[in-house]
């Protein structure tokens, strides 16, 4: 089901069957401030694996995980740095993702993470309000692999088709920038992929935050 999140009635239907559905061990497809995501309960392994298959994967790389609260990062890291803390303070809800180690009691199977995991916070209230009520979710581009990334819920729909339960549209993506990744598990931040935030920005916070390598 596809659902016009841009009307008051078919937002509320649908905000409602996407939560029912990923707390049901099943996909849904939500807009973000970057591109659509398809996404899934992070903490049940089927849905997980359900993802993959969507999406045609067969390298299963872990998932980032989206959340809809700032403090939702405490429960899911084993320590945050201070720069780390001073990122998500400044830059969420936003296109930051940062890459954390994840506290290793998390009854979660996202795959061979090594200890670590990348978590973003949207800048979008669809998503919020679907990630406040299900709690952390796996969200990957919601499209297959080799395709481009969608930036419509119905482009989602043409490619992923009846693998994903709901799908809820917002309108055309506003930036299709990808989120700027940043590494925080060691002593000084570094870039691991550029995106939307510029590095002069990112400086402007955390002075000694290292660019990407070449």
């Not at 872990?62 to 780390?84: C, K, N, Q």
């Not at 200890?115 to 979008?124: K, T, Y």
């Amino acid at each position: 089901m596809l659902y016009d999140c841009r009307t008051t009635a078919d937002r509320d239907r649908g905000i409602a069957a996407a939560v029912e559905a990923v707390k049901s061990g099943e996909l849904a497809v939500l807009p973000t401030d970057t591109v659509y995501g398809i996404g899934a309960d992070a903490f049940t392994p089927h849905a997980i694996t359900a993802l993959h298959h969507a999406r045609s994967v067969t390298n299963r790389v872990p998932p980032p995980v989206l959340i809809g609260s700032r403090h939702t990062l405490d429960g899911l890291t084993y320590s945050l740095t201070r720069a780390a803390r001073e990122l998500a303070d400044a830059f969420w809800p936003g296109a930051l993702t940062l890459y954390v180690e994840h506290t290793p009691s998390l009854q979660w199977d996202l795959g061979e993470t090594g200890g670590n995991v990348a978590v973003r916070m949207p800048l979008h209230p669809v998503a919020l309000e679907v990630l406040r009520e299900v709690g952390p979710m796996a969200v990957t581009t919601a499209n297959k692999v080799g395709h481009p990334a969608p930036t419509t819920a119905e482009e989602a729909r043409d490619q992923l088709e009846y693998a994903v339960r709901v799908y809820l549209e917002a309108g055309p993506a506003q930036d299709p920038a990808p989120s700027t990744i940043i590494d925080v598990t060691g002593e000084v931040p570094r870039v691991l992929r550029a995106g939307a935030i510029p590095l002069e920005k990112l400086r402007d916070v955390v002075p000694d935050i290292l660019a990407p390598e070449a």
